[in-house]
């Protein structure tokens, strides 16, 4: 979706480095999600922020910090790389608007290797 | 965490041929949600459902919210080249809510020409 853009789309670093990566959006939804995707486990929530205020854990959060700076920002930290986190990162926003459970919308990505 | 089943895995099927894939889960789902995911960019929306029984379609895509609320299929008919990807189902349990949303593992489509 390119109203949901990340940065940077690939990123090769070293063990013990510390990391951002960014994402922002035009969408004007308020929620917003970090999710890593490895070959063959799918997709796995880390983190996601129903509002500026409102940081939650999701279930692979350890080793991981966010920061949502404003409505449209939200950015994910590697504080300290490990080679297992090498990994394919995507952002995604949502509406809350509604009754009905408002869809998942998906950044391009970003490519991270930890050597 | 919970992971939705999702089958098969993987598809080879030629080119004008019909695609059916499912998803199933122990766990009664308000929202079923069906995703493609195509070699360098991210998971792409393409059916909503949210009431058990909808039968919605997107052009040559067709999915179904299963009666029993357990379930549900994506179906593409006449398959074409483009149609390569993984497709996702992804479903939610908690109305008006969709922090929980949970995946499946995807079925990748290969389409012979």
């Known amino acids: 979706d390119a109203d949901v853009t990340q940065t940077p789309r690939n990123r090769i670093t070293k063990t013990g480095k510390r990391i951002m990566l960014e994402c922002s959006q035009t969408k004007g939804h308020d929620r917003m999600y970090w999710y890593r995707q490895d070959p063959g486990l799918g997709l796995r929530l880390i983190y996601y922020s129903f509002d500026v205020k409102d940081i939650n854990k999701g279930e692979i959060s350890d080793g991981y910090s966010v920061s949502r700076q404003a409505q449209a920002k939200f950015s994910l930290s590697l504080e300290s790389a490990i080679p297992n986190q090498t990994a394919l990162y995507f952002c995604?926003?949502?509406?809350?608007?509604?009754?009905?459970?408002?869809?998942?919308?998906f950044g391009d990505g970003t490519r991270l290797s930890i050597l | 965490g919970q992971q939705l089943n999702q089958s098969p895995q993987s598809m080879f099927i030629q080119e004008g041929e019909d695609v059916s894939m499912n998803c199933t889960s122990s766990s009664i789902f308000n929202t079923w949600l069906w995703y493609k995911q195509e070699p360098g960019e991210g998971p792409v929306l393409l059916i909503a459902l949210y009431k058990a029984g909808e039968l919605t379609s997107n052009g040559r895509l067709t999915a179904q919210f299963g009666i029993t609320r357990k379930d549900s299929f994506l179906n593409i008919s006449a398959s074409i080249p483009s149609d390569v990807g993984i497709y996702f189902c992804?479903?939610?349990?908690?109305?008006?809510?969709?922090?929980?949303?949970?995946w499946g593992l995807g079925t990748s489509l290969a389409v012979n020409p």
């Open positions: 995604a926003t949502s509406d809350s608007g509604g009754e009905s459970n408002q869809p998942q919308h």
């Open positions: 992804a479903g939610n349990r908690n109305a008006g809510n969709n922090r929980k949303l949970i």
